[in-house]
């Protein structure tokens, strides 16, 4: 019996010290989010205007023929950038990302297409390598706090491949889009070559029906496209850090639940073991006395 | 009004101008000026104009306004270029910073 108590007690500090940890995890995580939606919020304005200006030129300027703009005829490669997180404890969050991206693989396949992976985020990349997959390029150590420097390394790497002759012919990203603390999705967005969308113009979003382009409109979107795709990524970049830290004080808020609940029922198996210990030991006490009354009653 | 420099030159902006997207020049000075204020005066390097519904939007990766300009920094940092530069003609780089640097400082309104 002495040994099941001591047992039990152990098990019941190891838990607790865990449920500290993931508490705090918790409570950091929870923390970050905040600063995480703050960056996002404050990329915004920039992502729309240059969303804006894009489509402006676009549907002003059917007449261009930029290379980032047109679809080729037969695409043979396509990138997939996938954004993960650099460290774990964050529960589903890159095993959803790594499933879509598979989802898309397959899909690009089925097309014909080589599918060629830019990963960012530690987990990716050893998932990516311990499949002995060949990436196209692999970024770590910005995941919970990303910067515009970042994006911009990322979308060089991914136009420099675009241009090139024998390079990829499509990029898509797969990330995690923050909706709310609760909700985060993962989504496939194609963002090379731009997908043209009928879309109903309201007031807000209306676009002159002219423009004026200094010097011409090849030039505006030569330098406006990879500005536009820098953009598109470091919003990625943000979003995913955003949903990691959401995922993250999720998963380490059930850890913690799931500490304490374990720590209840160990304390009561522990004060059952201890009573039951006492029980017998006061039976044996009761015993032995009876005995002994016994055996002193037979003597006289 | 908004004052800005374009890669085919100034281009200035008043309202009901009709739309335009231009891309700015590496280290030009934008200059908003404004009725009964002081004007508004900023470092652009590179990025877009954009005029449309009467709205002016700018697009820069850099952006620094005039009042925030750190005028002993921008000074070193143009000495520094401008030595690069004497050092070796080719060096692009530098050449990019002296310019960033000269619009930081006449942003600032310090001359040049």
Partial sequence: ????LRLLRRRISSVKSTAKITRAQELI?????VRAQQRMQAALPYE????????GVVSNAASVDHPLTVAKDNPAKAGVLIVTSDSGFCGGFNANVLREAEALRGLLESRGLEVIPFVSGRKGVTWHSFRNRTMGGE??????????????????????SFKDENGIDEIHIVSTEFVSMLTQNVVVKRVLPLEVEETEATESTQIPPYFEFEPTAGDVLESLLPRYVESRIFTALLQSAASEEAAR?????????????????????????RQAEITQEISEIVGGANALADAAAGKE | MVIAKTVDG???????????????????VLRVKREG??????????????????EVSVLAEVAELGSEVDVAAARDALDRAQASIEANQEDADAAIEAKRARARLRAAGEDV
């Fill in chain 1, 48 to 55: 729309r205007e240059i969303t804006r200006a894009v489509t």
């Fill in chain 1, 249 to 273: 004080r999720r998963a380490m808020k059930s850890a913690t639940d799931n500490a304490n609940e374990l720590m209840r029922v160990l304390t009561q198996q522990m004060n059952q073991a």
């Fill in chain 1, 29 to 33: 995580a929870s923390s970050r989010i």
């Fill in chain 1, 1 to 4: 019996m002495g040994a099941q």
């Fill in chain 2, 10 to 28: 100034e281009i200035g902006i008043m309202p009901q101008h009709a739309p335009v997207l231009g891309v700015l020049v590496e280290g030009g």
């Fill in chain 1, 139 to 160: 970024w770590v150590g910005f995941s919970r706090k990303p910067a515009y420097a970042d994006a911009k390394e990322i979308a060089g790497v991914l136009i420099d």
């Fill in chain 2, 37 to 54: 204020e002081v004007d508004l005066v900023a470092a652009v390097h590179g990025g877009f104009i954009s005029v449309a519904d009467n």
